[in-house]
Nanobody, 123 residues
Framework: HVQLVESGGGSAQIGGSLRLSCVVS?????VAWFRQGPGRTREGVAA????????WYADSVKGRFTASPDNTNNALNLRMNNLKPEDTAMYYC????????????????????WGQGTQVTVS
């Protein structure tokens, strides 16, 4: 039974920081973070490939967000710095992109398993 459990969401001030965590059950090679803000479609945030340690980011978060693996807890963390109001969203993690290319381009249609999400509010 595949499970992804997100945590760490909450409220932050503009310019503040939060750290999200996604605990992933079972073996996996690709894990990614996505988000859906109010009135917006879901978009990719960051993705990680365990094989090479490669990480990809959406342009909107480059330089502010960092995805890093927590091998002890089988998790992928997302450190979010210099938060902006437009970062307000429900954040989801997903695993098992069908191709590496889809993972690298944050193609959400290629991910098979999703968590329930954690809310981030920046004001």
């Amino acid at each position: 039974h595949v499970q992804l459990v997100e945590s760490g969401g909450g409220s932050a001030q503009i310019g503040g920081s939060l750290r999200l965590s996604c605990v992933v059950s079972g073996d996996h090679r690709m894990v990614a973070w996505f988000r859906q803000g109010p009135g917006r479609t879901r978009e990719g945030v960051a993705a990680f490939y365990t094989g090479s340690g490669s990480t990809w980011y959406a342009d909107s978060v480059k330089g502010r967000f960092t995805a890093s693996p927590d091998n002890t807890n089988n998790a992928l963390n997302l450190r979010m710095n210099n938060l902006k109001p437009e970062d307000t969203a429900m954040y989801y993690c997903a695993r098992d992109s069908r191709t590496l290319a889809a993972c690298a381009t944050l193609d959400q249609t290629a991910f098979d398993y999703w968590g329930q999400g954690t809310q981030v509010t920046v004001s």
